[in-house]
């Protein structure tokens, strides 16, 4: 991604989930692996990202849909290595939406809260039910397949750019 082109997305991006980006427990995903050497804040930025521009574009609630794909993976553990009675796949998203709630991050609307967990379809049975949950269905498994194959490099000086701005 070209950074000067992406400049009024990032400052728009930020204005929308700044606050968030401040949170400590949001911070705090920056300690956790997601894919191989990716850790959860970075994967959940670039994800919120996407989505945020293709929300934009398509007219659709930007903020409020931009916000949950921030924060659908805020789950707090290292999934390699602890371990649920629920694969890790099921067991996230409610845990994101407990943890959400359990610190005060963002409150979460309906559609929000239906976001997050549905949006590890289809490993999950239910489907989004909105907009701003097919988006976010898609663009976690976009960009998870990016980060695994090692093509998010692209995205490093964009993620670097919104933590300077974000975070500030």
């Known amino acids: 991604m070209n950074i000067l082109k992406e400049k009024n997305w990032i400052e728009s991006y930020c ?20 894919h191989g ?46 371990k649920h009675e629920e694969k890790h796949a099921w067991y996230h998203p409610k845990a994101a939406v407990k943890n959400i709630e359990k610190y005060k991050v963002s409150d979460l609307t309906p559609m929000q809260r239906d976001m997050i967990l549905s949006h590890m379809w289809p490993l999950h049975k239910t489907p989004p039910n909105s907009v701003g949950g097919f988006l976010l269905t898609w663009a976690d498994k976009y960009c998870a397949d990016r980060e695994l194959l090692y093509h998010a490099k692209g995205f490093i000086p964009v993620y670097n750019e919104i933590l300077r701005r974000g975070e500030n």
């Open 15 to 34: 204005g929308e989930v700044g606050d968030l980006l401040k949170n400590s427990k949001v911070q705090e995903m920056k300690n956790y692996p997601h």
């Open 37 to 82: 050497k990716i850790s959860t804040h970075f994967h959940s930025v670039y994800v919120s990202y996407i989505v945020y521009k293709a929300s934009v574009k398509m007219g659709a609630d930007a903020r409020s849909i931009v916000r949950a794909s921030l924060l659908h993976d805020l789950y707090l553990y290292d999934w390699h290595t602890t």
